[in-house]
């Protein structure tokens, strides 16, 4: 994609916009908070083998996919969280699961497990705007860097992402608080309105109210 056709924040009439299966209210803050603590995980401990597309795109769908699922005793013993503080289950119903998990809207109408950063934000959420005050834990910020598109997740505080890259002392997991990243030297990388690489804060279309 060429700098100059950055993804538009008006999107198409399509079926995932009219009809998308949504979370009621105690379903959106159960997925946040599990999100949170799966992302958070990932961060502190590294990479789970599970997690196995590791880019920006791919921390936001292996993520969303897992704070969506059920997390019986089995699960939370695999990751560690058995007798631990966890959030509240979503309590999904069959078809909410089935409509939602591992079923991104991709650009040429079908849906799976695999999605590009541009085609996660251009067809499976809304926009937001660009003023960091109105974003949401679980949000996504959009950078448009020329040939490539990067996504950062909104954790409440701080920032969190991955780069794309890994080497063998880096698994590629970032995360900065919000004021360190809109002083970064590389301005290219600030979340602000005055940043034009800065395309906005997104959030997942089953997170919104509207």
């Known amino acids: 994609m060429l700098k100059d056709e950055r993804p538009s924040l008006g999107y198409p009439s399509n079926q995932r916009n009219s009809n ?18 799966i992302v ?12 196995q597309q590791r880019d920006c795109a791919g921390l936001v769908r292996f993520a969303s996919a ?3 699922r059920q997390h019986d005793a089995t699960w939370l013993k695999a990751n560690g969280f058995l007798g631990k503080k966890i959030p509240p289950e979503l309590n999904l119903t069959v078809e909410q699961r089935a409509a939602l998990r591992h079923a991104w809207l991709r650009a040429d109408g079908s849906q799976g497990a695999f999605v590009s950063a541009l085609e996660l934000v251009q067809n499976n959420t809304q926009p937001i705007g660009r003023d960091m005050a109105y974003a949401e834990v679980a949000d996504l910020l ?5 040939q490539e598109q990067h996504l950062m997740i909104w954790m409440g505080r701080y920032v969190a992402y991955h780069t794309g890259k890994v080497a063998p002392n880096d698994n590629g997991l970032r995360a900065y608080p919000l ?6 030297k590389d301005n ?21 109210t509207s």
Not at 195 to 206: A, K, S, T, V, Y
């Open 20 to 37: 998308q299966v949504r979370l009621n209210t105690s379903q959106m803050q159960a997925f946040r908070s599990w999100l949170q603590l």
């Open 40 to 51: 958070h995980q990932q961060l502190n401990l590294g990479p789970t083998p599970r997690w």
């Open 66 to 68: 897992e704070a969506l």
């Open 142 to 146: 959009l950078f448009d860097q020329g």
């Open 179 to 184: 004021a360190k990243l809109m002083s970064w």
């Open 188 to 208: 290219r990388w600030q979340p602000q309105a005055g940043n034009p690489n800065f395309i906005g804060i997104f959030r997942l279309f089953f997170l919104s």
